[in-house]
């Protein structure tokens, strides 16, 4: 007898065969050329801090590059389903196109200094997911590398959450701080407000605002709704 309901057919029906169609769809060309100055001023004006000039930094779920193709980086690699990222990624950049899940399969363990995600666990289908993408991570960065992970704060969005259908996991910054601990990782940092929602938002882009917003944190405080949160990978032990 024929199984019912037929199986979906591999990148059909699912987001994993439409990734680079939704975002696509979902940022326009202005957007995207916004997207591209904001990334700069804030890797210039703040991610540099945390970047090892002479070192690996992976980009995970890197999507359109906006955060490796800004870094100075000996080795800058980007790991992502979209094959949009092999397309938008500067020169030099590394591209993988590979589940985030099974990432350890295609870099090598412990050679990581810092992974970066921004706007990503999100998007995982629960806390399984995230902890084997986190096992993942954990297994690539170096003894004492860290993970940066920026994306929203779903107990200061709230019901804005769900206005991207692919956003599944809310987490606020006390449960990525959980789920970062269970996982095996010190955190090192924890912002609960650091950037709007959204770059779709309202707020004035020009670089010198941008800057302004950076270095004052009350500013931060009333306007932030995606945490910032920075974890260590224990240099032996778990």
């Not at 090892?52 to 906006?66: F, I, N, Q, T």
């Not at 979209?82 to 589940?99: I, Y």
């Amino acid at each position: 007898m024929a199984e019912w309901p037929p199986p979906t057919p591999p990148g059909r029906g699912t987001l994993e065969g439409g990734l680079d169609r939704l975002y696509a769809g979902r940022f326009s060309d202005r957007d995207r050329r916004e997207k591209l100055r904001l990334w700069e001023i804030l890797c210039r004006s703040f991610f540099d801090r945390y970047v090892p000039s002479e070192g690996a930094v992976l980009d995970v779920g890197a999507g359109y590059c906006d955060f490796v193709n800004h870094i100075r980086a000996a080795r800058r690699l980007a790991v992502d389903l979209n094959p949009d990222t092999a397309r938008a990624a500067a020169p030099g950049v590394e591209v993988h196109q590979h589940p985030l899940e099974r990432l350890d399969e295609v870099i090598e363990p412990d050679s990581i200094d810092l992974a970066f995600a921004s706007n990503v666990f999100e998007h995982l289908r629960g806390p399984d997911a995230l902890l084997q993408v986190l096992a993942a991570l954990k297994a690539v960065l170096k003894p004492g590398g860290r993970l940066m992970i920026m994306q929203p704060n779903a107990r200061l969005v709230g019901g804005s959450f769900w206005d991207f259908f692919d956003h599944t996991l809310p987490l606020s910054e006390k449960g990525m701080s959980e789920a970062l601990g269970f996982a095996g990782y010190e955190v090192v940092e924890c912002r609960a407000r650091f950037m709007p929602y959204t770059t779709k938002s309202r707020l004035p882009k020009a670089p010198s605002l941008v800057r302004l917003y950076l270095a004052l944190p009350p500013a931060q405080w009333a306007f932030g709704k995606q945490m910032l949160v920075v974890a260590r990978k224990p240099t032996s032990g778990a």
